[in-house]
């Protein structure tokens, strides 16, 4: 997603869940919130992993939908009402959200998320692939993760953000992570992920799998110190 359509994305929620910050804030707001996501992904991530490499962190669906709504409300305290939590049908709108934008020749959206019924459920699926953290094929794992999270589009904003978080999570006891600024600036990305959420063929998951396998690396000993 472009700045320009970030902006007037986060503009349209602030006017919808107004919090602290106004419509005539976005700006403001929006660096407010890329500054948390780095704070989460720089500082958070890494203890959590170190907790859970220790044991003192335990790992389940249930825990990883907590820190899913926690992640969320950090990044989006006092910038909309409604952070931290998932999209819901009491809320305007009745938790409608669109993405990826228009189909070719037809006026609709091209996706519109899990129904906010099934938020849940989906989420679990998603995080079944995150639980072995012993796994034979871990990047596979993750992807698997990251393309059912975003399909589900849990929140009506930052989804993005919070699958990149998971992602580093899991993948940091691996010790591997993503280029995600050179991984999401090639528009194979997004255009052959979202062929994927259309067709569902796992021949075009692997299409997908193949663009994002070249920006996963592998953390050297020097890098960790």
């Known amino acids: 997603m472009g700045e320009s359509a970030e902006l007037e994305q986060l503009r349209e929620l602030i006017e919808l869940f107004p919090a602290e910050y106004?419509?005539?804030?976005?700006?403001?707001?929006n660096r407010l919130a890329r500054t948390r996501f780095e704070v989460l992904d720089n500082t958070v991530i890494p203890k959590q992993i170190i907790y859970t490499k220790n044991g003192l962190l335990n790992v389940s669906v249930e825990s990883f939908i907590?820190?899913?709504?926690?992640?969320h409300a950090f990044i989006f305290k006092e910038i909309i009402s409604i952070n931290g939590e998932f999209r819901s049908s009491d809320h305007d709108g009745s938790g409608s959200v669109y993405f990826g934008g228009q189909r070719r020749q037809e006026l609709r959206p091209r996706f519109t998320g899990s129904k906010p019924e099934n938020i849940e459920n989906d989420l679990k699926e998603?995080?079944?692939?995150l639980l072995d953290f012993e796994s034979d094929s871990p990047?596979?794992?993750?992807?698997?993760?990251?393309?059912?999270?975003?399909?589900?589009h849990p929140f009506y904003d930052g989804n993005g953000r919070i699958a990149r978080l998971f992602v580093n999570l899991?993948?940091?006891?691996?010790?591997?992570?993503?280029d995600w600024k050179n991984l999401q600036d090639k528009g194979d990305f997004l255009r052959k992920l979202n062929y994927y959420h259309d067709t569902g063929k796992e021949e075009h998951f692997e299409w997908w799998a193949k663009v994002c396998y070249k920006f996963v690396y592998d953390i050297s000993d020097e890098d960790e110190k």
């Open 126 to 129: 998603s995080f079944q692939h």
């Open 66 to 71: 907590a820190f899913c709504k926690e992640y």
């Open 170 to 178: 899991y993948l940091l006891a691996y010790s591997k992570f993503v």
């Open 22 to 29: 106004s419509i005539d804030d976005v700006e403001e707001a």
């Open 139 to 152: 990047v596979n794992d993750v992807l698997r993760f990251y393309q059912k999270f975003v399909f589900t």
